[in-house]
């Protein structure tokens, strides 16, 4: 039973351009969500997170979403960079003990 | 600084084979994470030590899996009677374990083949 989802496996976005990842979860009792960046052979980096009181939260580039009566996160990036492509984990806590992640997005920034 | 480092980078065991896959937190960090991320999937929690206890092992697939922090730093991940279905890149993670937010800094994981 999958509690979080990415449903689109791949993005490709043209450098300069708005990156838009989307993720979506089913467990209304989950109250912290982040996002991790993965380059192949190495282990995800943590990129931004929200809690669940919060809608909105930027870093730079990266702004995070949460629309909680939707169940749904989005992770924006503007501009893009060739740099960003990478795969793209949205990930969700109830108890910070336990995380569960989604299946991933590979996003691909092309120049 | 170092980061987490994970030995072996890969392991190849049969059917049936006993392995441990070890975690080198960073230093200083009492919270460790184990991970499992199959072909094609997100990482899956496993179990999650504060220290040297085992705070939440709900993540454990069968009591074939089973791990260890001894001394609050390094952590075995130890798989009996592997299967071929335990195929998977196993991830560590730790952090500071000083607040409800801590951020989880990777290692590379162990990529461990069952034949």
């Known amino acids: 039973d999958q509690q979080v989802k990415q449903n689109s496996p791949s993005l490709s976005v043209q450098e300069g351009r708005i990156s838009i990842l989307n993720c979506d979860y089913t467990n209304s009792m989950f109250d912290y969500f982040l996002w991790y960046k993965k380059y192949p052979a190495e282990g995800p980096t943590f990129l931004i997170s929200i809690s669940s009181i919060k809608d909105k939260n930027e870093d730079g580039r990266f702004t995070v979403f949460l629309n909680k009566s939707a169940k749904h996160l989005s992770l924006h990036i503007v501009p893009s960079q060739p740099g960003d492509s990478a795969v793209y984990f949205c990930a969700a806590s109830a108890n910070f003990n336990k995380f569960y992640f989604g299946s991933g997005t590979k996003l691909n920034v092309k120049p | 600084g170092a980061g987490v480092s994970q030995t072996p980078s890969n392991k190849v065991t049969e059917k049936g084979k006993y392995v441990e896959l070890r975690c080198d937190p960073i230093s200083g960090h009492t919270a460790l994470y184990w991970y499992r991320q199959s072909l094609g999937q997100g990482p899956e929690f496993l179990i999650y030590?504060?220290?040297?206890?085992?705070?939440?092992d709900s993540g454990l697939p069968n009591d074939r899996f089973f791990a260890v922090r001894p001394e609050g730093s390094v952590s075995t991940l130890k798989i009996q009677r592997t299967e071929r279905g335990d195929s998977a890149v196993y991830l560590c993670a730790s952090s500071p374990g000083t607040g409800f937010t801590d951020t989880q800094y990777f290692g590379p994981g162990t990529r461990l083949t069952v034949l």
């Open positions: 030590f504060q220290g040297t206890g085992a705070a939440d």
